[in-house]
Nanobody
Framework: QVRLVESGGGSVHTGGSLRLSCAAS????????IGWFRQAPGKERERVSC????????LYEDSVKGRFTTSNDNAKNTAYLQMNDLKPEDAGTYYC???????????????WGRGTQVTVSS
């Protein structure tokens, strides 16, 4: 079965950290990219970060630069999102999805996971 499974969400205070994982099964992430997205209640889903399993290159949305780090582990077929110095505005459901590159439109990301919840209290 082809799927992505997110894990690692939780509840932290402002300034706290969480590490999310996105594990792929049923297919390889080699030569693909994993995008991280989040959606807060009442807001549209936004892309937060992306990592290429081809060369490890990454991109970040401006609001998370310097605080979030995404990485890839080809051997484990898993992507990670290390989130530090979390803020209340970072709260939401975090999803991962796969595409052939990080710079493709969001519509080209697929195999969406079910998401993992991140809560940040002030």
């Amino acid at each position: 079965q082809v799927r992505l499974v997110e894990s690692g969400g939780g509840s932290v205070h402002t300034g706290g950290s969480l590490r999310l994982s996105c594990a792929a099964s049923g297919f390889t992430l080699d030569y693909k990219s994993i995008g991280w997205f989040r959606q807060a209640p009442g807001k549209e889903r936004e892309r937060v970060s992306c990592v290429s399993f081809t060369d490890g290159s990454t991109l970040y949305e401006d609001s998370v630069k310097g605080r979030f780090t995404t990485s890839n582990d080809n051997a484990k077929n898993t992507a990670y999102l290390q989130m530090n110095d979390l803020k209340p505005e970072d709260a939401g459901t975090y999803y991962c999805a796969v595409a052939w590159g990080c710079y493709v439109p969001v519509s080209e990301f697929g195999t969406w996971g079910r998401g993992t919840q991140v809560t940040v209290s002030s």
